[in-house]
């Protein structure tokens, strides 16, 4: 170890968010990472490999609901702060199978609340006024967006849709309530969609790569013109790092970079750096393999952040643009085969089957109409 820093503790650190943040954070050498993940079929030990022996960071295979096991590590680890990403994160996953996301991102958010909250009472008032409880949440809790409305700005009313937007806007209230019933030092952070290397292949960016690498199909749901706001995953992490650092207590703060992508662009963005970077490929163009599928129940038409309050009172800034962000992002997916052949093994050609199998081809999409929400 190379300096005295107090640990933290992240919950779902063997996810994509959560292992590019440690990753992140080791790297800057600021202090040990307690990492405590249930390893679900999102989480992969494999993101972590490049630490793996690091004293700096210390893995927990175990549940958030486990209030035991949570109690335990923060006895033992005193740390001074706990970032919290754990959750069941895919809305195809929610509509098929809402109760998971019930029993993590809910019950889950209130057990580590509840340990957080007994745990203050021991520490010293010093460091009860430097420990935070960081939760780490979405845009989708704000709903959905017409194509001229102003992006989500942090009092945006919550109308979240899915199952998967509902349970995290419980959580996010969860939140709420325990900073003004009980004073909990808690911030929460609203970020808008997430790409980059490590993400699991059932998100759109690496299922599309996937599939486009073995001439699959690349399913586009409904007319492919939802708009989605893209942030580099590093610079996620970055946010996170300036919300703990900097952030007020009881705030929230909306993170995103005001990149509006309809998903059919993203695709076709794909297939062409696909083209070029794989010269030789047999599936090119990749565009040929784009097949409007049947479209997602309630799926939201328009995501849209509003970060000034980020980029004023703390000075961030996404550092990546889309374009080179994409590129980075495809190369990484290219040099890491064995790391999407590990992950698309097994239980994955399941969900596959369970997701896609029952989405007929649609006919090639009209324009939508003006409006259309
Ligand atoms: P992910 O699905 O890739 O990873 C979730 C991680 O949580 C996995 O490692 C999994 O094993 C772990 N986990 C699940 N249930 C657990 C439990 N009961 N106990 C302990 N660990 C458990 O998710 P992600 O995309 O990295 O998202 C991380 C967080 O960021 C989530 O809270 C999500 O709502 C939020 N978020 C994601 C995005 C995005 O675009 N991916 C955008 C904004 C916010
Ligand atoms: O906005 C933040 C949210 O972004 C996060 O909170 C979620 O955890 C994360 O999963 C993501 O949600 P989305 O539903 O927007 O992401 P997904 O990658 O599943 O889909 C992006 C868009 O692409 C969406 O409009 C649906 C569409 N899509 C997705 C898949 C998987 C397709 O057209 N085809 C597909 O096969």
Redesign the pocket.
């Known amino acids: 170890m190379t300096h005295n820093a107090s640990p933290i503790l992240v919950?779902?650190?063997?996810?994509?968010?959560?292992?590019n943040f440690v990753l992140h954070w080791i790297s800057q050498q600021k202090g040990p990472v307690v990492n405590?993940?249930?390893?679900?079929?999102?989480?992969?030990l494999g993101n972590l490999a490049s630490i793996e022996g690091n004293p700096d960071h210390i893995f927990v295979k175990?549940?958030?609901?486990d209030r035991r096991l949570v109690d335990r590590l923060l006895a033992e680890h005193r740390p001074s702060a706990i970032v919290?990403?754990?959750?069941?994160?895919?809305v195809d996953r929610s509509i098929l199978g809402p109760e998971a996301f019930l029993?993590?991102?809910i019950e889950?958010t209130f057990h580590l609340l509840e340990a957080a909250r007994t745990y203050l009472v021991g520490l010293a008032e010093q460091d009860k006024s430097t420990f935070r409880f960081l939760h780490?949440?979405?845009?989708e809790v704000y709903g959905t967006l017409g194509p001229e409305d102003p992006p989500f700005h942090e009092h945006t009313p919550f109308a979240p849709n899915s199952p998967?937007a509902a349970s995290?806007a419980a959580s996010d209230h969860l939140v709420r309530a325990w900073v003004h019933t009980y004073n909990l030092p808690a911030l929460i952070t609203?970020?808008?969609?997430?790409?980059g290397p490590l993400?699991?292949p059932e998100?759109l960016l690496p299922l599309m790569i996937n599939n486009a690498l073995s001439g699959k199909p690349l399913p586009v749901y409904g007319d492919g013109r939802q708009v989605r706001d893209w942030l580099f995953v590093v610079d996620?992490c970055r946010a996170i790092e300036s919300v703990l650092a900097q952030g007020k207590i009881g705030e929230t703060y909306n993170v995103g970079s005001g990149n509006q992508q309809a998903n059919i662009d993203v695709v076709h963005l794909i297939c062409d750096l696909l083209d070029e970077l794989m010269p030789d490929s047999a599936h090119k163009p990749h565009r040929q393999l784009i097949r409007f599928v049947q479209d997602r129940p309630g799926h939201d038409r328009r995501y849209a952040i509003d970060a000034r309050k980020l980029e004023k009172e703390l000075g961030w800034r996404a550092q990546e643009t889309f374009a080179t962000g994409l590129r980075k992002t495809v190369q990484w997916y290219l040099d890491h085969k064995p790391w999407m052949e590990e992950v698309t093994s097994g239980a994955y050609q399941k969900w596959v089957h369970a997701n896609y199998g029952r989405r007929g081809e649609e006919k090639k999409p009209a324009a939508a109409p003006a409006g259309a929400r």
């Open positions: 919950t779902g650190g063997a996810g994509f968010i959560g292992s405590l993940d249930l390893l679900t079929y999102a989480g992969n175990g549940d958030i609901c919290h990403f754990a959750a069941e994160s895919h029993r993590t991102n889950g780490v949440s979405t845009d998967y995290k609203n970020c808008s969609n997430n790409y993400q699991f998100k996620h």
